[in-house]
Nanobody
């Protein structure tokens, strides 16, 4: 089992920045690929970014590439999402998720992630 707790969400103006954190406890964090997903009202949950167990390999959706950066600190059992140049369309609840024992390229599919946090709200005003 992996327990995940997100933090860092809030209200920001367009063009601003936020840094989300996801603290993990329970099973060995370093054995999990980690992902960030988001869900806006009335929309399906969508992939944002993912990072491999070692942190060497990352993956981003086209909508956030060049603006968001995913990173992890295995010593602190934490994964981060640095979000810059935020846009109103980035408004959503952001979730972190853990994919146990995933090797190589991290998955973009939410179906591959076994454990999820409760989410943190990000609101970008225009």
């Amino acid at each position: 089992q992996v327990q995940l707790v997100e933090s860092g969400g809030g209200l920001v103006q367009a063009g601003g920045s936020l840094r989300l954190s996801c603290a993990a406890s329970g099973r060995s964090f370093s054995s999990c690929a980690m992902g960030w997903f988001r869900q806006a009202p009335g929309k399906e949950r969508e992939f944002v970014a993912a990072i491999s167990r070692s942190g060497v390999t990352t993956s981003y959706s086209d909508s956030v590439k060049g603006r968001f950066t995913i990173s992890r600190d295995n010593a602190k059992n934490t994964v981060y999402l640095q979000m810059n140049s935020l846009k109103p369309e980035d408004t959503a609840v952001y979730y972190c998720a853990a994919d146990l024992e995933r090797l190589g390229i991290p998955s973009r599919s939410p179906k591959d992630y076994e454990h999820w946090g409760q989410g943190t709200q990000v609101t970008v005003s225009s």
